[in-house]
């Protein structure tokens, strides 16, 4: 997960949580409480001061999202699209699926979590 150039590091740290933030926001606003990682990803733009740059790559944004799903903050399923966009032969990119925060993510943003070393926390 963490990069070895502090610089980055921080970055993805900010934008791990720019994600789960977005995501909470969307899920709010879903019917269902799913949100495309395409939606997460401009979320983290906007959280991020309208700094596109430092998600304008898919694989940044699509590695960042999939750390969130491994530390149990995000659940991650295959959009419509995805199927798709596989039978294209397409790269998958973040709008092939879609995301949901956890409780654990909820309580992590909600400071009701200890915080995690590879998201940003206004505590640490």
């Not at 992590?108 to 590879?118: C, G, H, K, T």
């Amino acid at each position: 997960l963490p990069s070895t150039d502090p610089i980055a590091h921080e970055e993805d740290r900010r934008l791990r949580w720019a994600l789960l933030n977005g995501l909470r926001i969307g899920a709010d606003r879903s019917p269902d409480g799913w949100v495309s990682g395409h939606t997460a990803k401009a979320a983290a733009i906007d959280f991020e001061s309208g700094r596109p740059e430092l998600l304008h790559d898919d694989p940044r944004a699509l590695r960042l999202l999939r750390d969130l799903v491994r530390k149990g903050l995000t659940e991650e399923r295959r959009s419509e699209e995805n199927a798709r966009a596989l039978l294209r032969g397409e790269t998958p990119r973040p709008r092939h699926y879609d995301y949901r925060p956890t409780e654990k993510g909820a309580r992590l943003l909600n400071a009701d979590e200890p915080p995690d070393p590879d998201v940003w926390d206004m505590r640490a």
